[in-house]
T-cell receptor, first 111, second 110 residues
Framework: GAGVSQTPSNKVTEKGKYVELRCDPISGHTALYWYRQSLGQGPEFLIYFQGTGAADDSGLPNDRFFAVRPEGSVSTLKIQRTERGDSAVYLC?????????FGPGTRLTVL | RKEVEQDPGPFNVPEGATVAFNCTYSNSASQSFFWYRQDCRKEPKLLMSVYSSGNEDGRFTAQLNRASQYISLLIRDSKLSDSATYLCVVTPGTGNQFYFGTGTSLTVIP
């Protein structure tokens, strides 16, 4: 069956611009997670959805970051006024019972 | 203090060798433990869960030591295809965050 998909696979933007990153979880998975991974580091938790609601957004670094999941399936991570330090791979994962299945990630580069 | 600490390596071992990775965690109330594998420029994939009694899956053995707050992964008879980064993952007693270590890089040399 289809796994987690993320679009775009690569995104290059300029400092100060707004970006949206999309995640399509595995069908039926109620939990959805966003992570950020910098080079040489493990994934860093950003936000967790259970259904439509953000159950835990404690990992969002500041108010420039926001995520939605309006229908309990697809999620969008939104970053306002991007900064060079936002450059990283943004990973999405979904799960039903424990194990998290990751998407291929979106590589964001802020110039 | 980081939630999860791992030796980043790199570990370079010959084919057929046995190699072990350790990972320590800071929260004694942590509930669940996993090892994920991540290939270069790919997403992490679950390798195995770690149970209190220890568990084995073929050439891979995972152990949990709650008293010392560490988990380990042992790989026997290393294959070239084992070359990857191995990520230690811990979940807290409350909340839904997965805490990842920085990963340990393994290269198996012919």
């Amino acid at each position: 069956g289809a796994g987690v998909s993320q679009t775009p696979s690569n995104k290059v933007t300029e400092k100060g611009k707004y970006v949206e990153l999309r995640c399509d979880p595995i069908s039926g998975h109620t939990a959805l997670y966003w992570y950020r991974q910098s080079l040489g580091q493990g994934p860093e938790f950003l936000i967790y959805f259970q259904g439509t609601g953000a159950a835990d957004d404690s990992g969002l670094p500041n108010d420039r970051f926001f995520a939605v999941r309006p229908e309990g399936s697809v999620s969008t991570l939104k970053i306002q006024r991007t900064e060079r330090g936002d450059s990283a791979v943004y990973l999405c994962a979904s799960s039903l019972y424990g194990e998290q299945f990751f998407g291929p990630g979106t590589r964001l580069t802020v110039l | 203090r980081k939630e999860v600490e791992q030796d980043p390596g790199p570990f370079n071992v010959p084919e057929g060798a046995t190699v072990a990775f350790n990972c320590t965690y800071s929260n004694s109330a942590s509930q669940s433990f996993f090892w994920y594998r991540q290939d270069c420029r790919k997403e992490p994939k679950l390798l195995m869960s770690v149970y209190s009694s220890g568990n084995e899956d073929g050439r891979f053995t995972a152990q949990l030591n709650r008293a010392s707050q560490y988990i380990s992964l042992l790989i026997r008879d290393s294959k070239l295809s084992d070359s990857a980064t191995y990520l230690c993952v811990v979940t807290p007693g409350t909340g839904n965050q997965f805490y990842f270590g920085t990963g340990t890089s393994l290269t198996v040399i012919p």
